[in-house]
């Protein structure tokens, strides 16, 4: 019996301490899952920016787990054909669907498209982000804070706006927000504020959404190694990226990975509206 299938209510019965597990009716499931063919056997996933960083961690370890990826990504052609040429060489599927996120009929169509391929959906990972640093809030446009937020926030709320109908008892949609979120980051206001939606979005699309079933549960990473940071930081930043952590160090995409893996699987069916912190040690409350 699946977990979440459980009865709710359990007959009237006492012990005196400490109790003895077997005589309780039920008796507590305690068995690890078995998998036998994998976490995500024949689950379809769709992962935006799935192409390099967290993102093609995730489709790599996804697809290890038996699952058929969708991987939208902006225009970095060469790093999603490689992404799928490695998963295809492994024995998966993954379809690519380039194009801007941050337009809502693009997110339709990333959902219609991956429906098209592969006849359904059943999990979510939004996780395709930009950043622009600015040293102050003067600095920060109209049109640059538009742009974060519609990249940042509005395409991950549009992904899960055209999915929903399509998903059902079992489903996932896992969500890639920041430690900034929950620290803040002086020279990504906009950026860290639109990380902050994400986290009240994913609690309040848990309870939304739980009543038919689907889970929602996001990922706070700290500073991991992917394009998204020598893309944005200037080159001493870079070489100094992540020696803040009481780990010292940045994190690698692979050790972000597993997070997802957890959340999307039948491993997580008691975890809902939670974030996980991959994120080098740091604590921060939430
Ligand atoms: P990455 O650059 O490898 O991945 C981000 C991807 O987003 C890109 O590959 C790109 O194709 C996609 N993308 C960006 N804008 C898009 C758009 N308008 N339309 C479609 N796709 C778009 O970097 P990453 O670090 O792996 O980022 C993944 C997620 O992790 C992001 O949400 C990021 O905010 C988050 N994150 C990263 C770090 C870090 O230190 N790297 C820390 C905290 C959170
Ligand atoms: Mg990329």
């Known amino acids: 019996m699946k977990k979440q299938e459980s009865k709710k209510i359990n007959p009237k019965q006492r012990q005196s301490r400490p109790g003895i597990e077997s005589k309780m009716k039920p008796v507590p499931e305690t068995e690890p899952h078995e998998f036998r063919k994998g976490k995500l056997h024949n689950k379809v996933a769709l992962i935006t920016g799935g192409d390099s960083g967290i993102g093609k961690a995730t489709a790599l370890l996804f697809a290890k787990e038996g699952a058929l990826l969708s991987i939208a990504y902006l225009n970095e052609v060469s790093d999603a054909k490689a992404t799928k040429e490695e998963i295809e060489a492994n024995g998966g599927k993954c379809y690519l669907i380039k194009g801007d996120l941050s337009r809502e009929a693009h997110c339709k169509n990333v959902i219609e498209k991956t429906i098209r391929t592969y006849g359904k959906l059943d999990i979510v990972v939004n996780n395709a982000a930009l950043h622009w640093e600015a040293e102050s809030i003067e600095d920060i446009t109209t049109r640059q804070l538009l742009k974060t937020f519609q990249t940042d926030f509005f395409a991950y709320f549009w992904i899960v706006k055209y999915a929903v109908p399509h998903l059902s008892k079992g489903s996932s949609i896992i969500n890639t927000t920041s430690v900034t979120a929950y620290q803040?980051?002086?020279?990504?206001?906009?950026?860290?504020?639109?990380?902050?939606?994400?986290?009240?979005?994913?609690?309040?699309?848990?309870?939304?959404?739980?009543?038919?079933?689907?889970?929602?549960?996001?990922?706070?990473?700290?500073?991991?190694?992917?394009?998204?940071?020598?893309?944005?930081?200037?080159?001493?930043?870079?070489?100094e990226f992540g020696s803040d952590v009481p780990m010292k160090r940045p994190g690698m995409p692979?050790?972000?990975?597993?997070?997802?893996?957890?959340?999307?699987?039948?491993?997580?069916?008691?975890?809902n509206g939670q974030i996980l912190h991959p994120n080098g040690g740091e604590i921060i409350n939430g």
């Open 254 to 271: 692979d050790e972000v990975a597993p997070c997802f893996l957890f959340l999307a699987s039948d491993d997580a069916t008691y975890i």
């Open 184 to 239: 803040g980051s002086p020279k990504l206001i906009d950026y860290s504020a639109a990380k902050g939606a994400i986290v009240s979005f994913t609690r309040s699309l848990a309870m939304n959404l739980i009543e038919k079933g689907i889970r929602v549960n996001g990922v706070a990473p700290g500073p991991i190694w992917t394009p998204l940071i020598v893309s944005t930081f200037d080159a001493k930043k870079v070489s």
